[in-house]
């Protein structure tokens, strides 16, 4: 099913490149952009994280959260282990479908990029999945200061979507937005990977990109902690 | 040294007082009216290795708050505790192998496994030699007779069958403490006299200390050697069962079967007349007279069957609440029965 919106943004694109009557926007011919589309489809398998934030809001609220108290076991390790599972199982699955279509739409590529592109590609697929894994988690502690936590989870969900470049590239975004979104995290769980492996960032920028998405890891990762531990306290401290 | 030592442990929880209507709820958002709850004023009690202790008392007396202080969920106002010398707020990995605790309205195993999967898991989180955890499980299921059970999802165990199993998963890693929360709540007879008998055989197996609430007087006489009765956030009583009516009881009830004469008429002077269905009486009799009531019904009457009991209980503990409440009302002064 996730497969069935490819249709409906080739057919949207190709639409929109033939009224523009230009051969590029933003520098994205016709066939990058479905390429792009593609890519991000493909890092978003590995940055979205369904159910996360939620799953630790429900067991904050129905006290489930106190087996992570009570047993020796962290809960952030916990959760970062069941998802690495999850997501294994779900390539496995999934391998097979994405190889067809990439296959189906391979013209729209423009053919394998250098080695050194390809690991830095690969690099940051896998950043961003660890991005996406602490910013989520991160969002679901606040459930610890706040009951209901679903319209802020909604919220944040939309803000994924727009500015991680999952809906459009964001070279086309006008100036003052085209800045915010640079300095932040969102555009490391979809946009630079596809931007890398089309050869839209190249070069220093493109290190200096993996390196940046590294440090937002790293400070998610302190984040989450440290909401952890503030949030266990306080639940300890009032609720139980 | 004692398994558990409490001095002055307490905990007042903070409570958002909500009012009535929409208009409330908005002021709510900018202003809350707070309200201090006392759940655990003051506690001085020590637990030697080994004992099996009841927590007695009704429902919001803090004896779930108590448990949930010595498990490390919840950390106090007050006060302090140790438990095998670890302060159990800290949640040191180091305590948390060493102790379990079992809720009967919650569920610590995964709900849609097969309780089997869920033991595994434990074997990993506490770090139990593969061995060991084989020797414990096949023990635990064959003494509780769950080993057919063992592969079956745990959503599809009745309520004895997986209290049964969130007992094996508490006790997997041979933990040195145990604190029961309620385990037979909501169990028919037969699950729960199981559950006694288990936990019994247990404990003096492995000599293991065991903290135990229950609103089943039953579950305590069976298990415990020693109860602690907590009522309002304090201990009003600390010692064996039959204490309790001794100390709390002032009286007895007799009971009589008449013979062929016409039931007397004049039975109240002798006590409370309980319940009259000819030709038996039962009569509610100070503890301090039931000799001399008793010798002068027996001078009077022709009685053929004649029995004294102490009241059920229950009954006893009932009361002895319900004054406590009375007590705590004029006087916030604590109790001391010592």
């Not at chain 1, 076991?73 to 097979?96: C, F, M, P, Q």
């Not at chain 1, 932040?184 to 089309?198: G, I, R, S, T």
């Amino acid at each position: 099913m996730r497969f069935l919106p490819i249709v409906t943004q080739i057919f949207l694109w190709t639409a929109v490149y033939a009224a523009a009557k230009s051969g590029d926007i933003a520098g994205y011919s016709s066939t990058d952009i479905i390429a792009y589309y593609l890519l991000t489809m493909l890092a978003r398998a590995f940055s979205s994280m369904p159910g996360l934030a939620s799953g630790i809001a429900r067991q904050v609220r129905d006290g489930e959260i106190k087996k992570f108290l009570i047993q020796p076991i962290d809960l952030v390790s916990y959760l970062l282990l069941a998802r690495i599972a999850h997501k294994v199982v779900y390539y496995l699955v999934a391998t097979g479908p994405f190889a067809l279509v990439y296959y189906l739409c391979r013209d729209y590529f423009p053919g394998w990029p250098e080695p050194t592109v390809f690991v830095v590609f690969v690099g940051s697929l896998l950043l961003s999945f660890l991005l996406g894994f602490f910013l989520e988690a991160s969002m679901g502690m606040i459930a610890f200061w706040f009951l209901e936590v679903t319209s802020l989870l909604f919220i944040y969900m939309l803000f994924t979507f727009f500015f991680s470049g999952h809906m459009f590239p964001l070279d086309f975004l006008p100036t003052p937005w085209r800045t915010y979104v640079d300095f932040m995290p969102f555009k490391y769980m979809a946009y630079f990977p596809a931007a890398v492996f089309l050869g839209k960032i190249e070069g220093d920028a493109m290190w200096q990109g993996l390196f940046i998405q590294a440090c937002w890891v790293v400070i998610f990762v302190v984040a989450c902690r440290n909401m952890m531990r503030a949030g266990f306290n306080r639940y300890s401290g009032f609720g139980g | 040294m004692s398994a558990i030592e409490i001095r002055g442990l307490q905990k007042s929880y903070r409570v958002y007082q909500k009012k009535e209507g929409l208009a409330a709820s908005l002021t709510g958002l900018f202003r809350r009216d707070y309200r201090s709850v006392d759940a655990v004023r003051s506690i001085d009690l020590d637990v030697e290795q080994g004992e099996f202790v009841a927590f007695l008392g009704p429902n919001g007396a803090g004896k779930t708050t108590t448990l949930k202080l010595l498990s490390g969920v919840i950390s106090p106002t007050g006060g302090e505790a140790r438990v095998l010398g670890h302060v159990p707020w800290r949640r040191e990995n180091e305590y948390r192998r060493r102790f379990a605790l079992v809720m009967g309205q919650k569920n610590q195993l995964w709900w849609d496994l097969p309780a089997q999967e869920s033991f595994r898991l434990h074997e990993k989180i506490y770090r139990i030699e593969p061995d060991t955890f084989a020797q414990t499980r096949d023990e635990l299921t064959a003494l509780l007779e769950v080993q057919s059970l063992l592969g079956r999802p745990v959503r599809e165990l009745s309520l004895g069958e997986r209290m049964k199993m969130e007992l094996i998963a508490a006790l997997l890693h041979s933990p040195e403490v145990l604190f029961l929360d309620e385990p037979t709540i909501g169990l028919d007879v037969i699950a729960q006299r199981n559950i006694q008998n288990f936990l019994k055989h247990y404990q003096q197996q492995r000599k293991i200390t065991i903290l135990l609430t229950s609103h089943y007087m039953k579950d305590v006489a069976a298990l415990c050697q020693r109860v602690v009765i907590i009522a309002h956030g304090e201990i009003i009583y600390d010692g064996s069962l039959t204490g309790i009516v001794d100390r709390f009881s002032g009286h007895k009830v007799l009971s009589l079967q008449f013979g062929n004469e016409t039931m007397p008429s004049d039975l109240a002077k002798y006590g409370e007349v309980l319940e009259i269905v000819e030709p038996k009486a039962r009569l509610r009799v100070d503890r301090s007279k039931i000799a001399e009531v008793l010798s002068s019904v027996l001078a009077n009457h022709t009685v053929e069957d004649v029995s004294v009991e102490d009241p059920p209980l229950e009954e006893v503990i009932a009361e002895m609440f319900v004054l406590s409440a009375e007590k705590n009302e004029s006087a916030a002064a604590p109790v001391d029965v010592h």
